[in-house]
């Protein structure tokens, strides 16, 4: 059957996902290596490491709302999104670099500063190119369906620029060397790492620019009263978190964001030192997480004809991951698993990683789609297409999973007691049951809280396509 629509050309929906390998590159160094990069490497306290990334999160509340309605009132040769996605890749790039290379010899209260700066400058950066960037998510298409179609495109190619750092970093830049027998504990690794996440980049950011340019004539462009303020600004966010939907998806994908960063910041921990992973085995673990990732991420598509609404699919995917998640670390405080020296303890956490994994990747790409859907509500009920508005909150949203998860990881270590590079044998057993108590439950109770704000997201198929109807008769008319 021929659809009542005109598909996004491959060759359009590749470059768009494309742009997100550089934000998976930054999503995973944000989250499983900046952290401990901070803590055990240099020596910053878990508590002010979470500080320093929870104020980069308070300037991602003023920046990407303002970035979103910047966007939407932008008029140019190239369009609303494309031009600061060409501008920011440079800048974007080199403040990750110079995150991960702080000076030599830096007191506490410097690494401090240097980390606050440069979270701040890598993450105000990204705002310009990433809202920008998933905007189009919504221009290109707006057919139900096509739309988590691009989600899961886009979460692909996100995902293959995480497997590069999880992957590439520890077998190209942290292998043991003559004084590091953990390649993740040497500072003189990261830079070289840092540097390489630059290059992929900023030829990321340009590819997916260049590659959806074709697209800019087809794409909405501002009205003659949209016009750029503060004060249009605050109106436009209120109209946007006067829509229940929209406010549902956005509460429940914060809270589930801050879940899975506080898990992301603390696997290399949770390896480590309460399951006494080697080197190899994290490895394994972490390419089992990808894999179960990409495997759910590609299985959303089909999955969303079983369920035949987003919110179910989402809210079936985060169960799947908090409990595959959570099982294995309550089992081990209640004592119900063998001890970490038997050869199925390894297996088992990496298996279970995998597995949590897949409905991880078949619920996250429902955010953006379900974002774009209530972007046409917006335009049913107040005659403008914002897509950049509600692309900010989803972008705050993500940022979430780095800001606020590295906040608990940070409190979580320190209330655990772990030492600054700490050998695992020397780790008290009291320390590793307070750092499982504080992890494991948590993920349950917050996925519990995020499933509960999503359950109030009201848009289904039947009521999108009365919407897209109404919009057509309006403009017909």
Not at 123 to 134: A, D, G, L
Not at 360 to 385: C, F, N, Q, W
Request: glycine share 10%; proline share 6%.
């Amino acid at each position: 059957m021929k659809p009542d629509y005109t598909p996004v050309p491959w060759r359009v929906r590749i470059a768009f996902g494309i742009g997100q390998l550089p934000e998976g590159i930054k999503s995973a160094a944000f989250g499983f290596f900046l952290l401990f990069y901070y803590n055990q490497v240099l020596g910053l306290s878990g508590t002010l490491s979470g500080i320093a990334i929870f104020l980069a999160l308070i300037v991602d509340a003023i920046s990407d709302p303002m970035v979103g309605a910047l966007s939407d009132s932008t008029r140019s040769r190239w369009g609303r999104r494309h031009p600061y996605m060409y501008a920011a890749a440079i800048p974007f790039a080199a403040s990750f670099y110079f995150l991960f290379a702080p000076p030599a010899g830096l007191t506490e209260m410097g690494l401090f500063w240097w980390l606050t700066i440069f979270s701040i400058a890598t993450r105000t950066f990204m705002t310009f190119y990433s809202v920008p960037h998933m905007s189009l998510g919504a221009e290109l298409t707006s057919d139900y369906d096509e739309r988590t179609l691009l989600s899961s495109v886009r979460m692909v190619l996100q995902l293959l620029g995480m497997f590069a750092v999880l992957i590439g970093g520890p077998i190209i830049f942290f292998g043991a060397t003559a004084n590091y027998d953990n390649g993740q504990l040497d500072p003189d690794a990261y830079p070289p790492f840092a540097m390489a996440g630059f290059f992929i980049m900023v030829i990321g950011v340009w590819i997916s620019a260049l590659g959806t340019h074709s697209e800019i004539k087809n794409l909405p462009q501002p009205g003659p009263e949209d016009r750029f303020s503060p004060r249009s600004m605050l109106g436009d966010i209120f109209k946007a978190f006067s829509i229940p939907s929209f406010t549902a998806v956005v509460t429940a994908s914060i809270i589930a964001g801050m879940s899975q960063g506080m898990v992301q910041a603390l696997i290399i921990y949770t390896g480590t030192y309460f399951f006494e992973l080697s080197p190899n085995q994290m490895t394994f673990l972490f390419t089992g997480g990808v894999v179960g990732v990409v495997t759910g991420t590609l299985l959303t598509r089909p999955l969303s004809t079983i369920f035949k609404e987003k919110k179910h699919l989402y809210i079936a995917g985060h169960c799947w991951y908090a409990i595959f998640t959570s099982y294995v670390i309550i089992l081990r405080l209640l004592d119900l698993l063998p001890p970490n020296s038997d050869p199925i303890i390894a297996p088992l956490y990496i298996i279970s990683g995998t597995i949590s994994g897949i409905g991880l990747g078949a619920a996250i790409p429902l955010t953006s789609s379900m974002i774009a859907d209530v972007t046409d509500e917006h335009e049913r009920r107040y005659k403008r297409r914002q897509e950049g508005i509600y692309y900010a909150a989803a972008s705050f949203a993500g940022k979430a999973i780095g800001g606020s998860g590295a906040i608990f990881a940070g409190l979580i270590i320190d209330f655990a007691g772990i030492p600054q590079g700490a050998d695992p044998a020397t780790v008290t057993s009291e320390s590793v049951l307070r750092f499982g108590w504080a992890l494991g439950p948590a993920v349950l109770v917050m996925t519990t809280l995020a499933i509960i704000c999503i359950s109030f997201y009201r848009i289904n198929r039947e009521s999108h396509a009365k919407t897209l109807h109404e919009i057509r008769e309006r403009s017909v008319g």
